[in-house]
């Protein structure tokens, strides 16, 4: 991935251009998915608008078929009458859109602010080709704390005590029922990290995602929109 300026150099973007550059990456990601697709729908402010854009092409995309990582998205979608199938049903798809709370310049993600991390996962892997949309401020120049956690409710402050730098959040569950957790220490190596909460028992799944996994980043900011291909 090439590299980019920190957003600390930049100056800081206002609520309302954030929301419109979340809705321009959103739009151009939606110009990929064409009749016919199997296509992964992740959660979340981005995702939202991507189901806005997806919607009002809701009569050209009769065939396409849609696997959400959330009752909610699911839901969503439903009414803006695009075809909601399980994953198991669609098998392998076309592509998966999402968002992400960060992005590093190797193409490291951090995802999990709305506590969909698991599935979003699962749906990015089924994938053949996954794109990420964010805002230009969710660029940053390394990975840092939070990182959403899915942690199973049998033994949770045995689990949190093995993690360390743990703390529950205070949100609703997992779509599973599982609970939400952050990891708030340090990150210095993101694979040796992912690797670390990985085998941590009670440990579902955490919120790193490995460049391997991501095909493209779509950028908008106050320069419009930059494609970004990841090469891990």
Known sequence: MAPHRAPETQP???DREIERFKRDAARAAAELVHDGMRVGLGTGST????LDALGERAGQLRTARFAATSP???AIAAELSLEVCDLDELGELDLAIDGADQVDPAGWLVKGGGGAHTREK???AAAHRFVVIVSAEKLVPRIGPPVPLELLR???RCT???LGHSVLRDADPSPDGNLIADYTGPVEDPAELAARLAATPGVVEHGLFPPAMVGEVIVAGPQGIERRPITA
Do not use: W
């Not at 995702?47 to 991507?50: F, R």
């Open 12 to 14: 800081p973007l206002s």
């Open 47 to 50: 995702v939202a608008h991507l």
């Open 72 to 74: 909610r998205t699911a």
């Open 122 to 124: 699962i749906v990015a």
């Open 154 to 156: 049998f033994g949770v």
């Open 160 to 162: 949190l005590a093995e």
